[in-house]
Every structure is written in structure tokens, then in C-alpha cells.
């Protein structure tokens, strides 16, 4: 999804002006309901592998499952914007209880600390938000595209071949 790549931290030309230029057709023509579909996708695909069952998870597919169910919060809430890429952004932004974002702050340092492979226990209080959340994408508006969008599409495509 471009609008991700918008917003990745990682960039092999963060100056450019064609990130800012994306960024703003982007935002001009988001479809929110759309974007929480294709979140709900992801994160069902993660949970349904990783989270289901009582075992330990793999501490780094936690994360599979719960940045999109954090960006379906966070359109369910704003609608009309982009979540943030960034995790950290992300919690921030979508008004969790202490014990969550205690939680998520645990899990975020077990993955700092261990191997792509290492395991976690299950955190009941997350797989219950993770659950909730995908099955909320319903609640999540759609907007109507802006109608000069298109145009707007066409003449920047025209400026990047042409630059």
C-alpha cells in the first residue's frame, strides 16, 4: 500500500519532493473503509496463524496481528487520515488503557531483547484488543474520494515520467 511506504521511517530518498507530492494525493483520495478492510485482512491472516490456541506466540508476529488492529481503531476514531506508520505514533495515538499500553511496551522490549525466532507468552489483555478490533472494521466510515483526484493522479504520474 503506497500510503504506507508514505509513512515508513525507512526511505531510500526521504528528501524527495514526490514523497510529499504522493502524500498529499494520498490523502486526497483515501478511502477509510477500504484501508480497514485491508487491514482486517492482514491482521485476521496473522491471528489466525499465530494467535490462536493457548501456546506461546512468536513475539514478532505478535505485532502482525496488532498494527492493523490498532490502525482499525485509530479509523474508526479519526476516519479520513492515514494512521501513523510508526508503532510508538500508532499507540499513542488510539487512547489505550495503562494495562495495554503496559503491555504492549513489555512486548515491544521482548522483541528488542531476543532473536526472530523467540516466543512469548500469550497476553490475554492484547489477543482480546486484537480480536475486538478486527472484528469492529464494520464501524469504520467510508468517505467519498475527492473528485479531482484523478486529475490530480494524472498530472503528477505525467510530472515523474517527465522529471
Same mark, same amino acid.
Given at each position: 500500500?503506497?500510503?504506507?511506504?508514505?509513512e515508513?521511517p525507512?526511505?531510500?530518498?526521504?528528501?524527495?519532493?514526490?514523497?510529499?507530492?504522493?502524500?498529499?494525493?494520498?490523502?486526497?483520495?483515501?478511502?477509510?473503509?477500504?484501508?480497514?478492510?485491508?487491514?482486517?485482512?492482514?491482521?485476521?491472516?496473522?491471528?489466525d496463524?499465530?494467535?490462536?490456541?493457548?501456546?506461546?506466540?512468536?513475539?514478532?508476529?505478535?505485532f502482525y496481528?496488532?498494527r492493523?488492529?490498532?490502525?482499525?481503531?485509530?479509523? $474508526?476514531?479519526?476516519?479520513?487520515r492515514?494512521? /501513523?506508520? =510508526?508503532?510508538? %505514533?500508532?499507540?499513542d *495515538?488510539v !487512547? @489505550?488503557?495503562?494495562?495495554?499500553?503496559?503491555?504492549?511496551?513489555?512486548l515491544?522490549?521482548?522483541?528488542?531483547?531476543?532473536?526472530?525466532?523467540s516466543?512469548?507468552?500469550?497476553?490475554?489483555?492484547?489477543?482480546?484488543?486484537?480480536?475486538?478490533?478486527?472484528t $469492529?472494521?464494520?464501524?469504520?466510515?467510508?468517505? /467519498?474520494a =475527492?473528485?479531482? %483526484?484523478?486529475?490530480? *493522479?494524472? !498530472? @503528477?504520474?505525467?510530472?515523474?515520467v517527465?522529471?
Amino acid at each position: 500500500m503506497i500510503s504506507e511506504w508514505i509513512e515508513s521511517p525507512i526511505r531510500y530518498r526521504p528528501d524527495d519532493e514526490i514523497v510529499s507530492d504522493l502524500a498529499a494525493l494520498a490523502d486526497s483520495v483515501i478511502d477509510t473503509r477500504s484501508m480497514a478492510y485491508h487491514y482486517a485482512s492482514l491482521g485476521r491472516s496473522a491471528a489466525d496463524r499465530w494467535l490462536e490456541g493457548d501456546g506461546a506466540v512468536p513475539v514478532k508476529k505478535y505485532f502482525y496481528a496488532l498494527r492493523p488492529a490498532l490502525a482499525i481503531r485509530w479509523l $474508526r476514531r479519526e476516519g479520513g487520515r492515514r494512521p /501513523p506508520m =510508526d508503532l510508538q %505514533s500508532l499507540v499513542d *495515538a488510539v !487512547a @489505550l488503557s495503562n494495562g495495554l499500553m503496559d503491555d504492549i511496551t513489555a512486548l515491544v522490549a521482548a522483541k528488542r531483547r531476543s532473536n526472530e525466532r523467540s516466543n512469548s507468552a500469550r497476553i490475554p489483555a492484547l489477543d482480546a484488543l486484537i480480536r475486538d478490533e478486527l472484528t $469492529r472494521v464494520d464501524e469504520v466510515r467510508g468517505d /467519498p474520494a =475527492d473528485p479531482c %483526484s484523478r486529475e490530480r *493522479a494524472e !498530472a @503528477l504520474f505525467l510530472h515523474l515520467v517527465n522529471t
